[in-house]
């Protein structure tokens, strides 16, 4: 689903906010909405404490994150948000976690789950270990023959266990690495795309530059400094 920039500040600019969440909302168009702007004064971020904007972010039912202003600016839409980031490069952060650190939060799921099935075999071979002991005198061979065929089909259960769970995690692994990957702006880039750039910001109309204007292009593989040349 694709939208135009929408305005966040003046008095238009609460009714196409409002819009703009319930339109995604809707469609489900996406899996995070990041609702915000850059800094300013008071007055300049007043459309996020609109009240209509506030039910609108409240009622979303696709996961909301507030990154208004600087740190130190709040605004009521921070309150209402599912998070609140404290600015809009932080809640981009927040929105598409490292891919290494998933690596990692499996690998130790993967590990904890191993662990828990060593243990959990090693407290049945030792529960079985001591029944023999016991019974080694008043208890007939065929009991401790079932008593193995049980630890045997427990460490049958636990590894089929063991592996769906691995099995399980690599997926998800894959599916969000996947995701990752296509949300990449570098990717974008080496297809032969820049971006302009100018005091940090990305230039996102030509009518923003003025002759003489420095600015930055940003390719895949570096970047270059520009300078505007005509109106």
């Keep these: 689903m694709s939208r135009?920039?929408?305005?966040?500040?003046?008095e238009n600019a609460p009714a196409q906010l409002i819009d703009a969440v319930q339109k995604l909302d809707k469609y489900n168009a996406c899996d995070v909405i990041i609702i915000g702007r850059g800094g300013g004064s008071i007055e300049d971020l007043w459309a996020f404490n609109d009240e209509n904007l506030a039910y609108a972010i409240y009622n979303c039912k696709?996961?909301?994150?507030?990154?208004?202003?600087?740190e130190t600016d709040f605004t009521i839409c921070d309150f209402v948000s599912d998070l609140r980031a404290p600015t809009p490069s932080a809640a981009a952060e927040l929105a598409v976690p490292d891919t290494a650190e998933l690596v990692d939060y499996y690998k130790s799921q993967k590990q904890y789950v191993s662990s828990m099935a060593t243990l959990k075999l090693r407290?049945?071979?030792?529960?079985?270990?001591?029944?023999?002991?016991?019974?080694?005198?008043?208890?007939?061979?065929?009991?401790?023959f079932e008593y193995e065929k049980s630890l045997e089909l427990c460490k049958t259960k636990i590894q089929h266990f063991v592996q769906e769970t691995i099995n399980k995690k690599t997926a998800d692994i894959t599916k969000t690495a996947a995701k990752l990957e296509g949300l990449n702006p570098v990717k974008i880039l080496s297809r032969g795309y820049s971006i302009a750039e100018k005091d940090?910001?990305?230039?996102?109309?030509?009518?923003?530059?003025?002759?003489?204007?420095?600015?930055?292009?940003?390719?895949?593989?570096?970047?270059?400094?520009?300078?505007?040349?005509?109106e």
């Design 62 to 70: 696709i996961p909301v994150i507030s990154a208004v202003g600087h």
């Design 200 to 230: 940090g910001r990305v230039v996102n109309s030509a009518k923003t530059l003025k002759s003489g204007d420095e600015f930055t292009l940003r390719f895949s593989d570096g970047e270059i400094k520009a300078k505007a040349t005509g």
């Design 4 to 10: 135009s920039p929408e305005v966040v500040q003046g």
């Design 123 to 144: 407290q049945e071979y030792n529960a079985l270990t001591e029944l023999k002991t016991r019974l080694s005198v008043v208890s007939p061979q065929q009991r401790i």
